[in-house]
């Protein structure tokens, strides 16, 4: 297993954009990218340094509590809880936690010789949701990419089928949004 530092200051020579990220993943080397227009580069030197293995793209929306429209709300069907369950709640909002209108995009790039990982992180606006598409370089983007556009509505610029992946095309919205609210369909009741 590579060494942390050793790694950082090896990428730190190719990347100078790239900082540390205050948050890192579970001890990982994490770095933050502050422009998103900017990933193609820095995916391509990362890839040249030995990671040639995009293991998982994945985002967190920083929005804050969900909205309740979003949850099938029917009354549990089980008329008697077992002993110690609690009925559903409404999600509601963690005071003084540092909610923010945006999406966190993370990947994870695996140097599989040397057992070594890097995670980046790019934090890009909901209202603008876009990024820079890393199928052209790695293959496996592909379906990742598609499917944090279904489930987010993240655009991937310059990827060759962004198309929905895993809910029908009938489903209005992307459900893991924080802000979803489910339009009833024709499997509704």
């Known amino acids: 297993m590579a060494d942390i530092e050793e790694l950082a200051s090896r990428i730190a020579e190719k990347l100078p954009e790239l900082s540390r990220h205050p948050n890192p993943v579970k001890g990982y080397l994490t770095l933050k990218l502050e422009d998103a227009a900017k990933l193609p580069q820095a995916a391509a030197a990362l890839k040249a340094l030995g990671f040639d293995y995009l293991e998982m793209i994945s985002a967190t929306d920083w929005l804050g509590a969900v909205k309740p429209e979003g949850y099938i709300r029917n009354p549990n069907p089980i008329v008697f809880l077992p002993e110690g369950a609690t009925p559903q709640s409404v ?21 599989l010789a040397a057992k070594a990982w890097v995670f980046l992180k790019c934090e890009v606006s909901r209202e603008a949701a876009s990024v820079p ?3 052209g370089l790695y293959k496996g983007a592909d379906w990742q990419e598609r499917e944090l556009f279904d489930l987010m509505g993240i655009r991937f610029e310059g990827h060759p089928n962004l198309a929905k992946i895993l809910t029908p095309d009938f489903l209005v919205g992307h459900p893991l949004r924080k802000d979803y609210v489910h339009v009833k369909d024709r499997f509704d009741e």
């Open 91 to 111: 999600p509601s909002a963690t005071p003084g936690f540092p909610y923010r209108p945006s999406f966190e995009l993370l990947w994870a790039f695996a140097d």
């Open 133 to 135: 598409s890393l199928s």
